[in-house]
């Protein structure tokens, strides 16, 4: 059984910076599409950041040069490094795996059809 624990998330000022980790069991991390979502109230869940099988990062736009998405393959972890917060930035954090996808990770097609494993999540909020 799969399970996909994420932890980090805090309230932070604008400007400040968060570490988020999704600590993986019945999965190893890293061996096909890996990602972090994102849903704040009232909005639809969306796509921050994706790594592939062979490691290449994908972000949204909004967090390019901010976030940093990792793998740690000793820890069998998936990792978001967050900087320069901002308050747009506060939501519900999950990680998710999409099983049998190896690379082409970042598309809403994928991300509705393909990232079948999901974290509870974890929330961070940004203040200003």
């Known amino acids: 059984q799969v399970q996909l624990v994420e932890s980090g998330g805090a309230s932070v000022q604008t400007g400040g910076s968060l570490g988020l980790s999704c600590a993986a069991s019945?999965?190893?991390?890293?061996?096909?599409?890996m990602g972090w979502f994102r849903q704040a109230p009232g909005k639809e869940r969306e796509g921050v950041a994706t790594?592939?099988?062979?490691?290449?990062?994908l972000y949204q736009e909004s967090v390019k040069g901010r976030f940093t998405i990792s793998v740690d393959n000793a820890k069998n972890a998936l990792n978001l490094e967050m900087n320069n917060l901002k308050p747009e930035d506060t939501a519900m954090y999950y990680c998710?795996?999409?099983?049998?996808?190896?690379?082409?990770?970042?598309?809403?097609?994928?991300?509705?059809?393909?990232?079948?494993?999901w974290g509870q999540g974890t929330q961070v909020t940004v203040s200003s």
């Open positions: 998710a795996a999409a099983p049998g996808r190896w690379y082409g990770c970042y598309s809403k097609e994928v991300f509705d059809n393909e990232f079948k494993h």
């Open positions: 019945g999965y190893i991390i890293g061996t096909s599409c």
């Open positions: 790594i592939s099988k062979d490691g290449t990062p």
